[in-house]
């Protein structure tokens, strides 16, 4: 795994510091986590991100939407997941896959499951 994090699509470029802007949050923001995954995609409506990071040995997720007026400020919420959620919600539903079913970030995730949950995580 990159300890940098892995982060696709409009931030693969701007990696940590885009990602900071968007959501207008600052480096406390961030204390003590270490972003695994990060993908921003957008078209010319409306963006969606997802971000996978984990804090004092346990996975957090952080999902947003915008349109086209609005960015992602105040979306910035950090929500405990667990593997066997996101692999659920990558296979019932659209995570990681927009609704034409191309791989958005959804192979990039399943490989870096596969690596936590070797690691230990659940």
């Known amino acids: 795994m990159d300890k940098k994090g892995l982060f696709l699509n409009d931030w693969h470029e701007g990696g ?3 990602l ?3 959501f207008g949050i600052a480096d406390h ?3 003590g986590a270490e972003v695994l995954l990060a993908s921003y995609a957008r078209d010319a409506y409306c963006g969606e991100a997802f971000v996978l990071m ?3 040995g346990a996975l957090f ?3 947003a939407s915008h349109d086209s007026v609005d960015g992602f400020e ?3 919420e950090p929500e405990d997941t667990f593997i066997a959620a996101l692999r659920y919600r990558m296979e019932r539903g ?3 896959s927009p609704e034409g ?3 958005e970030f959804a192979d990039e995730l399943r490989f870096l499951l596969a690596e936590l949950e070797a690691a230990g995580y659940r």
């Open 16 to 18: 940590l510091a885009e």
């Open 20 to 22: 900071k802007q968007a």
């Open 29 to 31: 923001d961030l204390h």
């Open 54 to 56: 984990r804090r004092a």
């Open 61 to 63: 997720e952080v999902n």
């Open 74 to 76: 105040g979306q910035w």
């Open 94 to 96: 659209r995570l990681g």
């Open 101 to 103: 079913g191309i791989n």
